[in-house]
């Protein structure tokens, strides 16, 4: 039997001709970018997350970049962040022309607060954390520090769509928010797309300014090179957002489907490998699902591997070992050094029959025994 990390086909008939029903409706109008379809999006989106704005981005990356430039992040100042993560939360810092400041992780795989209180300087002006495969950050906790020090927060929140601590999203916790919607995530369209979120009126309107190539163009105005903010295209277009308002109704049964999946690993898997244990109060994401392999994890994984089981190994190596990100480099972060040599993401995906499911956490265990 096969397990696949990742399942992206589409092979459920109903989904099929709703996704090509979309399609054909946004090609016969022909407003094949910021069409209605976006600000629909943006508004379920927004009411979904419990903010009050959503704006419609090419891709999660354009949406944490965005997210900094409109918290008002300017050159040579310092951001504080995780190592173990994706590249692109810190190639935002640096391409907004801040300094990424790395802190340490906890053992859950999320940034230590007690570790970004460490490294604050005078020149800090924010903190980015990043829900490690949509499981929260102590988000209180780097609530009550942001405000001891007057600093922004701006979530990475492009793994953890829909995740929450006491029935808050992630999103809602920053000054503004990037989430990802490319076809891996759980909230996944079929293409790049990403989504910036905020509580704030005047971050807002900066975002519809910086989306737009930092001008205020409007597409029945004449005027279009009024530009005000330097800027790119980060405009997302109508078709992922058609495509993207599918998903959206598809979501609950998706994400009902991989949590029902994610609870029957917790509970049955090894419990010495399963290392992101939540709380009552907190919904996991549940972008995947990663374990911690004490010993020799390369030879663990080639035992998967000959079992048919995929898995990954996620953010390597550590950003600040990146040849790009070594002159950020301060210190060696042991917690996040000696998750990053263990860890393993396993699969647990809506499309994992049961069988697939009960194979996968048999042959774990039986290695283990
Ligand atoms: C933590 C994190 N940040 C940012 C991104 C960027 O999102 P995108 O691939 O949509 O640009 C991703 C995507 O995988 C991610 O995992």
């Known amino acids: 039997m096969r397990v696949p990390i990742f399942d992206l086909k589409v ?24 069409g209605e379809e976006v600000e629909i999006l943006e508004k379920k989106v927004s ?69 970004i209180e460490a490294k604050i300087t005078k020149k800090t002006k924010a903190i980015l954390p990043m829900h490690y495969a949509g499981h929260m950050c102590k988000m209180n906790e780097i609530m009550k520090i942001s405000k001891k020090y007057n600093l922004r927060i701006i979530e990475d929140a ?14 809602s916790f920053s000054s503004a928010a990037g989430f990802s919607m490319n076809p891996m995530k759980i909230f996944g369209g079929y293409g790049e797309a990403g989504i910036v979120v905020t509580n704030k009126k005047s971050i807002f309107e900066k975002l519809k300014i910086l989306r737009h190539a930092g001008t205020t163009s409007d597409y029945k105005k004449v005027i279009t090179n009024n530009c005000i903010d330097i800027s790119l295209n980060h405009k997302m277009d109508t078709l992922n957002a ?33 290392y992101q244990k939540t709380s009552k109060n907190e919904i996991h994401g549940r972008y995947v699902y990663p374990i911690l392999v004490d010993r020799d994890r390369d030879k663990f994984r080639n035992y998967l591997a000959s079992k048919n089981i995929e898995t990954k190994i996620f953010n390597y190596p550590l950003i ?39 194979y996968l956490v048999k042959t774990i265990n039986e290695y283990f025994r």
Request: aromatic share 6%.
């Open 11 to 34: 092979t459920d008939k109903i989904l099929k001709q709703e996704l090509l029903d979309a399609t054909s409706n946004v090609l016969a109008k022909g407003r094949l970018f910021l």
């Open 47 to 115: 009411k979904y997350l419990g903010v009050k704005y959503a704006i419609g981005v090419s891709s999660g990356s354009s949406a944490i970049y965005l997210a900094l430039r409109a918290s008002g992040i300017k050159t040579n100042e310092e951001v504080i962040t995780t190592p173990l993560s994706w590249i692109i939360p810190s190639n935002a810092i640096v391409s907004a022309k801040a300094n990424p400041v790395f802190a340490d992780v906890s053992n859950d795989f999320n940034i230590d607060p007690n570790s």
């Open 320 to 358: 600040y070992n990146a040849p790009a990100f070594k002159r950020f480099k301060k210190e060696k972060l042991p917690m996040a050094e000696n998750l990053l040599s263990k860890s393993l993401i396993i699969p647990c995906h809506h499309k994992l029959t049961d069988n697939q499911v009960e």
């Open 158 to 171: 492009a793994q953890a769509f829909g995740a929450s601590i006491n029935k808050k999203k992630a999103g």
């Open 242 to 274: 058609a495509l993207l308002l599918v998903s959206l109704k598809h979501l609950r049964k998706k994400k009902k489907r991989t949590q029902q999946i994610a609870k029957y690993i917790s509970k049955n898997l090894n419990q010495n490998i399963i």
